[in-house]
């Protein structure tokens, strides 16, 4: 079996290398971890992934980057691919665009920058049902 699948978007590389640091530091080889600069890269993965059968199961994802927001990124993913599920990172997040990502995206969580890490795999655990 595959797997499980965890997709970071954020568009500075050193936000991509400290979260993936810190998701592999906490769940090691238990996941693939994929990073992405832009929602335009992470779609095309995510078609890919799809195509050959596989899911994506968790996306963590910025809110503020360049030609579409987090938000944006997220509804239209939960449009394609509901059972995605989704975690925002942003110190920059309007509480409107939240809210947005909450009811069109069903978005799982929102957490501010700087996140805190055990709070952020605690919701990363809980996002994908695995015990501690």
């Given at each position: 079996m595959a797997k499980k699948i965890i997709m970071c978007v954020d568009d500075e590389?050193?936000?991509?290398?400290s979260l993936v640091g810190q998701l592999?530091?906490?769940?090691?080889?238990?996941?693939?971890?994929?990073?992405f600069?832009?929602?335009?890269?992470?779609?095309?993965?995510?078609?890919?992934?799809?195509?050959?059968?596989?899911?994506?199961?968790l996306i963590i994802c910025d809110w503020l980057m360049p030609r579409m927001r987090g938000d944006e990124f997220m509804i239209r993913v939960?449009?394609?691919f509901p059972?995605?599920?989704?975690?925002?990172l942003s110190g920059q997040a309007d509480a409107e665009s939240v809210e947005?990502?909450?009811t069109e995206a069903k978005m799982f969580k929102f957490?501010?920058?700087?996140w805190d890490k055990?709070?952020?795999?605690?919701?990363?655990?809980?996002a994908l049902n695995i015990a501690s």
């Open positions: 590389k050193v936000v991509l290398t592999n530091n906490t769940f090691g080889n238990k996941f693939t971890y994929e990073q600069t832009s929602p335009e890269e992470a779609w095309e993965f995510i078609d890919e992934v799809y195509s050959e059968g596989l899911n994506v199961d939960h449009k394609r059972d995605v599920q989704l975690i925002m947005r990502a909450r957490i501010a920058k700087p055990d709070e952020l795999m605690n919701e990363v655990r809980s």
